[in-house]
C-alpha cells in the first residue's frame, strides 16, 4: 500500500557489516570435506564473539521473540510430563529405562501368593463373588503355620451364603489378617455405594484387634499403566504394603515410582517366578497337624497375600508389559495381587527411588537449551561439529538410564522433553544467526515495508507469488478519518511547517493503527483510511477498530491542544467513521504498481459516516453492525440517519466514555421510544435530558431531530 512519510526513521535499515556464521556454513565445510576438497575457509570466530555479536546486532524485537522461544524450550523441557502428546514419549521412554535397569531378583522368601486361578473357579464352579468356603479354609490352616501377617485383596462387597463361617474364621484370627476395602469417593469406577455400605458392615462385623481394613487402592496414569505408588486419601485405611510391615515416616505417604524385579534367570529360558505362588485349592485341603507342619515351611514367616490371578479380571499394564517377555514373548499384564507384592518387597528393602528436585529438574532444563542454542553457533570443522553432536545425543540417550540405575525415580524426568528443548533452542539461536546474516533479507523486508503494511509484507517474504495481482471477498471493519480546517492551515503557515505537521499527525494515527492490529490502507491529504479483517482476519478485529477509532479521535483531540502551544493558526477536530461488511481486499493495479487496497460499498459507508459527524456534530459515528461486533458499553445511539447519496437509512452510534453510564441508559431509552412511536416517553426524556445536557451539542441535536421526524423515520443529511 502507498504511504507517506512520517518523521519517524521509516528507511530501510543498511545491511549488517559482518554476517553471523550460521548452521549452513558447518554444512558446507562438511560437503568439501566429504569431498576431500582443501579447508581454506576463514579462521573460526570464537563462540563468545559470536554471541555477543548476536546479543548487540539482533534488534529489540527479534531479541525478544528468539527469548520467547528459548523460554518455551525450557518450559518443554521442563514440563513435557504434562504436556499433550510428549507426555506418551516419556512415559513410553520411562518404560524402557524401568524394564532394561529393573533389578533382577531370586524368588522373595519372605511374601507368598495365594491365588484363585482359572482352575480353582472351573473346579468349585463359583466365579463371582468367589468361593469363601475356600478362602476359610485356607484361613483356618494357614493362621496356624506361623505367617506374619495376611493380606485379602478380595473385597467382600456382596453376600454369599457360606459368609457366616468366614466371618466367624475371621474374628478367630489369630495372625493379623488385612481385609481388602475401596470406597467410591477414591475408586468410584470399582465399587458402587450399595457394595460400599455391604463391605463396610461386613468389615465392620469381623474386626478385631487382628483382623482389620487396608486400602488396595491403585493410581494408573492416563495410559492406564501403574507406574507409581498412590495417594492415600483422608478416611482410608493404610494402603496394604505399609499395613503388613512397618513403614518408616519419612516414606508412610511415598508416591514415587514402584520398583518392579525382573527373574534372575528369565534370560537363561528357567522360569522362576519373583513371588512363590501357590493356588488356594493347596491350603483349603482338611489337614491334620502332621500335614499342616509339612506346609508350614511355606507361609512361616512370610506375608501371605490372598487375591484372584484369574485371566482377564484383576489385571494391569506396568512398565514391564510395554515389552515383550523374555520368556513367553507376549506382553505380560500383572494381577494386582503382584503389584502389592512388588510394593511390599520394595518396602521391606527400604528401596525408595529419590526424586530428583525441582531446582535440578530446572538446571538440567537451562543446560540442555542453552547447548542446543550454543551447539547452532558452532564454528569449527564439520568432524567436531559432528563430534559435539552425537556426544549431546549420547547424553539424552545414556544419562536417564544411569540415574535409572542409580536408584533416582525418573518418573519426573523429562528426557523427551530435553530432545524438544535442545531442538528449540537450535532453532532459536540458529534462526536469529541466520537472521543478522542475511543482508538480501533485511533489505526486501525493509523495502516492502514502504508499499506494504508489516503483515502482507512478511507473507510475501513467505511466499512471493502473493506479489501476483489477485483480490478476494472478506468481511472487513473500515475506519475513515479526516482533520478538519487543514486545509486552511495549509494556506496560513509555510510548506515546511504544513510537511511537518502532516507527518507528526499521520504519524500519531497510524501508530493507533498499527497498534490495534490494522491495516494502513492509504493516506489522502490529512485524512488515514485502514481496515482490520484483512490480510489476517482475527476474532477481536471489531473490537480492536472500534477502540482504535476511539483512539485516532482522541489522539487528533490532542493534536490540537499541542499545536496551541505553538505560533500555528487552530484546527478543528479529527472526525472518524467505522463501518463493517463485504469488501474486495488484494492487490490491485498493475504489473509494474500494486497496491494493496480495499474496495467495495462498507469503504465508501464507512467514508459517509466520517463526514456525517459534522451534521451531527460528534467526532466517531459507528454504523450499527460495526457496533454488535465492537465490545463496548459506553456506545450511545444517535438515531437513525440516510447518509448522502445512500438509500438505505443506517441506525449510527457514538462512544461516549465521558458520560455516566445513567446518563447513557437514558439517552438509549430516548432513541428506542421515538423508534416504538410512544411520545409521551420520547417527550419525558427529551425535556429531563436536554435540561441536564444543555452544553452537549450532539445531544440537543439528535432531540432536535427526533422532533423533526415520526416514529421509524430517519433524518436525511443533505
Known amino acids: 500500500m502507498e504511504r507517506r512519510p512520517h518523521s519517524k526513521d521509516?528507511?530501510?535499515?543498511?545491511?549488517?557489516?559482518?554476517?553471523?556464521?550460521?548452521?549452513?556454513?558447518?554444512?558446507?565445510?562438511?560437503?568439501?570435506?566429504?569431498?576431500?576438497?582443501?579447508?581454506?575457509?576463514?579462521?573460526?570466530?570464537?563462540?563468545?564473539?559470536?554471541?555477543?555479536?548476536?546479543?548487540?546486532?539482533?534488534?529489540?524485537?527479534?531479541?525478544?521473540?528468539?527469548?520467547?522461544?528459548?523460554?518455551?524450550?525450557?518450559?518443554?523441557?521442563?514440563?513435557?510430563?504434562?504436556?499433550?502428546?510428549?507426555?506418551?514419549?516419556?512415559?513410553?521412554?520411562?518404560?524402557?529405562?524401568?524394564?532394561?535397569?529393573?533389578?533382577?531378583?531370586?524368588?522373595?522368601?519372605?511374601?507368598?501368593?495365594?491365588?484363585?486361578?482359572?482352575?480353582?473357579l472351573f473346579n468349585t464352579g463359583i466365579r463371582s463373588p468367589l468361593d469363601r468356603s475356600l478362602l476359610t479354609a485356607a484361613l483356618a490352616n494357614i493362621d496356624q503355620m506361623g505367617a506374619k501377617a495376611i493380606g485379602i485383596d478380595i473385597a467382600f462387597d456382596s453376600p454369599r451364603p457360606d459368609d457366616e463361617a468366614l466371618k466367624t474364621q475371621l474374628r478367630a484370627m489369630q495372625t493379623p489378617t488385612w481385609l481388602a476395602y475401596a470406597e467410591q469417593a477414591s475408586n468410584p469406577n470399582t465399587i458402587f455405594y450399595e457394595q460400599q455400605k455391604f463391605l463396610e458392615a461386613f468389615i465392620a462385623d469381623v474386626a478385631t484387634a487382628n483382623t482389620r481394613a487396608t486400602s488396595v487402592l491403585f493410581r494408573t496414569d492416563d495410559d492406564s499403566v501403574i507406574r507409581k505408588w498412590p495417594d492415600r486419601p483422608p478416611g482410608l485405611p493404610p494402603l496394604m504394603s505399609n499395613a503388613l510391615a512397618p513403614v518408616d515416616k519419612a516414606h508412610a505417604e511415598y508416591q514415587g515410582a514402584i520398583r518392579f524385579l525382573v527373574p534372575a534367570r528369565a534370560g537363561n529360558g528357567q522360569v522362576e517366578p519373583v513371588f512363590a505362588n501357590i493356588p488356594i485349592d493347596t491350603f483349603a485341603l482338611p489337614m491334620d497337624g502332621d500335614m499342616r507342619a509339612g506346609f508350614s515351611d511355606l507361609v512361616k514367616d512370610r506375608y501371605v497375600l490372598i487375591g484372584g490371578d484369574i485371566i482377564d479380571n484383576d489385571q494391569f499394564n506396568t512398565p514391564l508389559s510395554r515389552f515383550p517377555d523374555a520368556i513367553t514373548g507376549e506382553h505380560e499384564t500383572m494381577i494386582g495381587l503382584e503389584v502389592h507384592a512388588h510394593m511390599l518387597a520394595q518396602q521391606l528393602d527400604g528401596a525408595w527411588a529419590r526424586p530428583l528436585s525441582s531446582w535440578s529438574l530446572w538446571m538440567l532444563a537451562l543446560l540442555v537449551v542453552l547447548a542446543g542454542g550454543l551447539t547452532s553457533l558452532i564454528d569449527l570443522r564439520a568432524r567436531w561439529v559432528a563430534l559435539a553432536f552425537v556426544g549431546q545425543m549420547t547424553f539424552f540417550v545414556a544419562f536417564p538410564f544411569w540415574l535409572q540405575g542409580r536408584g533416582v525415580d525418573t518418573t519426573t524426568l523429562p528426557t523427551f522433553g530435553w530432545a524438544v528443548g535442545w531442538l528449540f533452542g537450535y532453532a532459536a539461536v540458529g534462526t536469529a544467526a541466520r537472521t543478522i546474516g542475511s543482508r538480501q533479507r533485511a533489505f526486501a523486508q525493509s523495502a516492502l515495508g514502504k508499499y506494504l503494511p508489516a503483515d502482507v509484507a512478511a507473507q510475501i517474504l513467505r511466499d512471493p507469488d502473493q506479489l501476483s495481482l489477485h483480490g478476494e471477498r472478506r468481511n472487513i471493519f473500515c475506519v475513515f478519518t479526516d482533520l478538519e480546517g487543514f486545509t486552511k492551515l495549509s494556506h496560513a503557515v509555510t510548506p515546511e511547517t504544513v510537511a511537518r505537521l502532516l507527518n507528526e499527525y499521520l504519524d500519531r494515527l497510524s501508530d493507533i493503527v498499527l497498534d490495534h492490529g490494522g491495516t494502513i490502507d492509504k493516506f489522502v491529504g490529512d485524512a488515514v483510511v485502514a481496515f482490520w479483517g484483512a490480510p489476517i482476519s482475527r476474532p477481536d478485529d471489531g473490537e480492536k477498530a472500534a477502540a482504535a477509532a476511539l483512539a485516532m479521535y482522541q489522539a487528533g483531540e490532542k493534536f490540537r491542544v499541542d499545536l496551541a502551544a505553538e505560533d500555528i493558526p487552530p484546527i478543528g477536530m479529527t472526525r472518524v467513521g467505522l463501518h463493517v461488511g463485504d469488501a474486495i481486499v488484494g492487490n490491485f493495479g498493475g504489473e509494474g504498481r500494486i497496491q494493496y487496497t480495499a474496495l467495495g460499498d462498507s469503504m465508501n459507508t464507512a467514508s459517509r459516516l466520517e463526514a456525517a459527524n459534522k451534521s451531527l456534530k460528534t467526532g466517531v459515528l459507528i454504523s450499527a453492525e460495526a457496533a454488535a461486533r465492537s465490545g463496548r458499553g459506553d456506545l450511545v445511539p444517535m438515531g437513525r440517519v440516510t447518509l448522502r447519496g445512500r438509500a438505505q437509512p443506517v441506525d449510527v452510534f457514538t462512544p461516549r466514555p465521558d458520560l455516566a453510564a445513567d446518563q447513557r441508559t437514558r439517552i438509549a431509552a430516548l432513541v428506542a421510544a421515538h423508534a416504538a412511536g410512544d411520545e409521551d416517553r420520547r417527550v419525558t426524556l427529551a425535556t429531563a435530558l436536554a435540561e441536564e445536557m444543555g452544553q452537549d451539542a450532539a445531544i440537543l441535536f439528535l432531540i432536535e431531530r427526533l422532533n423533526q421526524t415520526k416514529r421509524g423515520e430517519s433524518y436525511v443529511l443533505s
Open 10 to 120: 521509516r528507511r530501510p535499515r543498511a545491511p549488517l557489516a559482518e554476517p553471523m556464521n550460521a548452521p549452513e556454513t558447518q554444512l558446507r565445510a562438511a560437503d568439501a570435506a566429504a569431498a576431500g576438497e582443501p579447508d581454506d575457509r576463514p579462521p573460526a570466530v570464537p563462540l563468545r564473539k559470536q554471541v555477543r555479536r548476536l546479543v548487540m546486532q539482533l534488534g529489540p524485537s527479534r531479541m525478544a521473540a528468539t527469548i520467547l522461544f528459548l523460554v518455551v524450550a525450557v518450559l518443554i523441557a521442563r514440563f513435557s510430563w504434562q504436556m499433550p502428546l510428549i507426555d506418551a514419549a516419556e512415559r513410553a521412554l520411562y518404560d524402557a529405562r524401568a524394564t532394561l535397569m529393573a533389578p533382577k531378583a531370586r524368588q522373595d522368601p519372605r511374601i507368598l501368593l495365594v491365588t484363585y486361578n482359572d482352575e480353582t
